[in-house]
């Protein structure tokens, strides 16, 4: 591709004019779904999405036609392959993913838990991948699933590394650690996010549904830019944080790499 | 969920509404993009889409506003990470891919070079998921992407359980075996087809860009419809398909269990 990027004109705050607003509507039924309620029927499609039942039919008709949608033979609702496909060339998603997957891959053989990737998506990190073993301990959060930017390993890093105006939102926040619902002091938390960027590794611990010690490492781009976290997730009872970190901080090294970094800022 | 699933009524085939051209619009600015083209400029998002500059501006606007766009600094788009995270819900990859990797990473352990997991869609296989060794032979195919059902292993597989109609317009076509363009014909295809049926397995070979084997195995549903295909893909000069046969089927039956498949019909 030869041709220059075109400036960028202003999209935001413009007034919508006539027929923006049914991509909207296509958009909100979309959104209906999330990975508590994959299949959805009519009714529900409507109810989720605000869209009145004819309209929503009528909108889910174009979406199927398209592969946006596809449909179960008692009629339910799901979203389709084709809109997967497409979407799966966000380069934050898949791209990261590929260039990830084999050092994932090396770690989770290490460990024989779980190894996660995440990148930060405004206010939570987004799970982009997770690979467990057979019998690694129970699982929190899902691939395309959320996750809280100060409960949880890789969201610490994410945070950590995050421009100073997110941190400042996320701070002003009544914190509290998921899933035992206890409360974390704004002063704690930015003491922890300090260590963090001093270290280039963050250790969480986390006392239910099991607990279970999170070693996390951060990932940089070209630029020297933290894009994403990974992980291993391990049984508190075995863990040993004084091992595991050098193996994340290796192939969270050997992604950045992938990605074109040359050597991570602020490690030695 | 506890309600009932609606009856199915008619949506294709109704005359197109006031609107609804938007949405088609709206998704013919997703599919502009693909593998060779995940970041666009306006003026080729434009081009490839069929769409003015002006309203593609104005239907990107509100794509980036929702996050199924993003824009990089320089102006162009790319595919949102929010389009991704709904897309992930879509029962036929995202669930599929949470049952098949435990046992994928247990064959790419095995085999240390190339495990693919693809479902069939129309007349081609979309690769779901692919695990990768660190110097894994060269691979032709990626994750999200499209694959030929007559010339890969995992297609082979797809097409010989798919209903006579699909296999009928695919042995109606000029097949031609991809990368090499060596012709196949349809008397030799549905022998193949026939083998595969009988032993449950596939082996395929591919002369470039690399000499490699490709062996596959289905992947059965709670109907004990084949819902996907397994395979291993090896450099010819190491493999015993023989042996691999074996590993192959025993993950593809685990997938299958996980996917809640009593014992896969056809196999003793």
Same mark, same amino acid.
């Given at each position: ?60 008709? @174009? ?198 970094? @040359? ?6």
């Amino acid at each position: 591709v030869t041709e220059a990027p075109d400036a960028v004109p202003q999209v935001r705050g413009r007034r919508p004019t006539r027929g923006e607003p049914v991509v909207d509507r296509a958009l909100s039924l979309l959104a209906a779904f999330d990975a508590a309620h994959p299949y959805l029927t009519l009714s529900a499609l409507s109810r989720r999405s605000g869209i009145p039942a004819s309209s929503a039919l009528r909108l889910a008709g @174009r979406l199927l036609e398209w592969g946006a949608l596809e449909r179960e033979p008692d009629g339910r609702f799901s979203i389709g392959l084709r809109l997967w496909e497409v979407a799966s060339l966000t380069p934050r998603g898949h791209g990261l993913r590929q260039v990830a997957l084999p050092f994932m891959g090396d770690l989770e053989e290490v460990t024989r838990q779980h190894v996660l990737l995440a990148v930060r998506e405004g206010e939570q990190a987004l799970l982009v991948e997770r690979l467990s073993s057979h019998g690694a301990v129970a699982a929190l959060y899902r691939p395309g699933g959320r996750m809280p930017l100060h409960s949880t390993g890789v969201g610490l890093v994410l945070l950590a590394f995050a421009e100073a105006g997110v941190q400042e939102r996320v701070l002003a926040q009544p914190l509290i650690h998921q899933p035992e619902q206890v409360p974390v002091s704004a002063a704690t938390l930015r003491r922890t996010l300090a260590g963090i960027r001093r270290d280039g590794l963050a250790t969480f611990h986390r006392g239910a549904p099991g607990p279970i010690v999170s070693v996390a490492a951060p990932v940089h781009d070209a630029q020297g830019t933290v894009v994403a976290a990974l992980s291993v997730v391990v049984p508190a009872e075995d863990a040993e944080p004084r091992l595991l970190g050098p193996a994340v901080r290796t192939a969270a090294r050997g992604i950045s790499r992938g990605l074109g970094a @040359r050597r991570p800022p602020g490690t030695s």
